[in-house]
């Protein structure tokens, strides 16, 4: 803050028809201390009766305050006290860091903790290195804390790291694992072994393109050491990327007949070869039903189909997925799509499943669905969407309303009501 403030005093018009002269001014901020009591100034007046009083604010906040003074004539009679209001301000001078100190788990207080050396004074610090002490602790994980105070006294904002304590120097990371989506514990998933670390301890993980799930974008991994098997704390790495055959837009199957219809479409196909199309009673072994070629290079959408025929598979459900194969070999899977088939002949097909937003109902025998009704309930039987089937072949339902989970979509006919899941995401 400044400390002096140039105050040009008038006796005004109380002292105007006095003879004597003023020879003492004394003033104080906000307190009175009682006359004589507070700090003195002698003064040497002007022919006009003013004079100039340095006044000194060191030790008064910052902030607004109130001035006040009064003046002594050579009789000893104290004048009317003056009041003026001051703004007191924050020093202009620029603020550094002058020491700092750190300290683990426990705060002990500011300025109790340990001694972190500033190693330059005369300006701001935007990168400070420092050593902190380890010996005392014991092995394990601890939580590291440190904060810097500037020449104005003020501590700034208390920072905080996670720090490993091992017992040995020389412990080599030998094992890691990683995941996407799903943590399936420590241990628990896709491992990798590390035979050569570097000497720096970096290493490589390789992993396999039809092991990175559609529209992944977050790796999360972490490593063990050779001396107490002892995990560390996991790694996050966002916006991970991965050069995949293609975009995969829409993939869905409807039936018609004995016939189930695959339909899907792509865009940037990249070195992309051709479609396996598989199938599975199960929805875990699945079979290769037939190939595909990809239309080529290129950012276009491209559509694609293929039939299968169902007329020698029992009723059930009957699962699809593609096999997205590049020119090199490397390929990923689809998600899985399924239909149904009933012993009565299946009378409509709804996709696609999962849906998102609406999904569509397909008529796949005209007499029995005209006018019927169309209803969506949740697992427990309350009724969320009701309409007619207004449509010739096929009726899209808006889905907006629902949210993410598993719905039952029935449709009730003359003498006959079927019922199918949905999933919706």
Not at 11 to 31: H, K, M, R
Not at 106 to 113: A, M, Q, S
Not at 203 to 222: C, E, H, K, W, Y
Request: aromatic content about 10%; charged content about 20%; hydrophobic content about 35%.
């Amino acid at each position: 803050m400044k400390n002096l403030l140039i105050l040009i005093c008038s006796t005004g018009l109380s002292l105007a028809a006095l003879s004597q002269n003023v020879v003492q001014v004394e003033y104080f901020i906000d307190t009175d201390q009682g006359f004589g009591n507070n700090k003195l100034a002698s003064v040497s007046p002007s022919s006009d009766v003013t004079f100039s009083l340095p006044i000194d604010f060191s030790g008064i906040t910052p902030g607004y305050h109130k001035l006040y003074f009064r003046t002594k004539d050579n009789n000893g009679i104290w004048s009317l006290t003056r009041r003026r209001n001051v703004e007191v301000l924050i020093s202009e001078a620029k603020t550094t860091f002058v020491k700092g100190e750190y300290f683990f788990d426990n705060d002990p207080g500011f300025g109790n903790g340990s001694s972190i050396a500033i190693t330059d004074l005369t300006d701001s610090i935007i990168l400070q290195n420092f050593t902190a002490v380890t010996s005392a602790l014991s092995e394990g994980y601890h939580k590291l804390y440190g904060r810097l105070l500037d020449n104005e006294g003020h501590w700034g904002l208390t920072f905080r790291r996670n720090v490993d304590i091992y017992k040995s120097s020389n412990t080599s990371v030998t094992n890691a694992e990683y995941f996407f989506d799903s943590d399936l514990g420590v241990g628990n998933c896709t491992s990798v072994a590390l035979l050569n670390p570097s000497s720096d301890g970096s290493f490589t993980i390789n992993i396999p393109r039809n092991q990175i799930p559609m529209g992944a974008d977050s790796l999360f991994v972490r490593v063990q050491d050779d001396t107490e098997n002892r995990w560390s704390l996991t790694q996050i790495l966002n916006n991970i990327s991965g050069t995949l055959p293609l975009t995969l837009l829409d993939f869905y199957v409807t039936k018609n007949d004995n016939t189930a219809t695959l339909t899907w479409q792509t865009s940037n196909e990249i070195n992309t070869a051709y479609f396996n199309v598989e199938r599975s009673i199960d929805g875990k072994n699945f079979t290769t039903m037939g190939k595909v070629s990809a239309s080529g290079n290129g950012s276009l959408k491209r559509d694609y189909l293929f039939n299968d025929n169902l007329s020698a598979l029992h009723s059930g459900k009957i699962f699809y997925r593609l096999q997205m194969v590049d020119n090199d070999g490397k390929f990923t899977h689809s998600k899985i799509v399924y239909i149904t088939i009933t012993s009565d002949g299946l009378k409509y097909s709804i996709y696609p499943n999962p849906a998102h937003n609406y999904f569509i109902v397909r008529n796949d025998n005209y007499t029995t669905l005209a006018d019927a009704n169309i209803i969506v309930t949740d697992l427990e039987g309350r009724k969320l969407i009701s309409q007619k089937f207004t449509k010739n072949v096929e009726q899209k339902i808006n889905i907006t309303s629902l949210s993410k989970g598993l719905y039952m979509v029935s449709i009730g006919a003359p003498g006959n009501m079927q019922t199918r899941k949905l999933l919706v995401e």
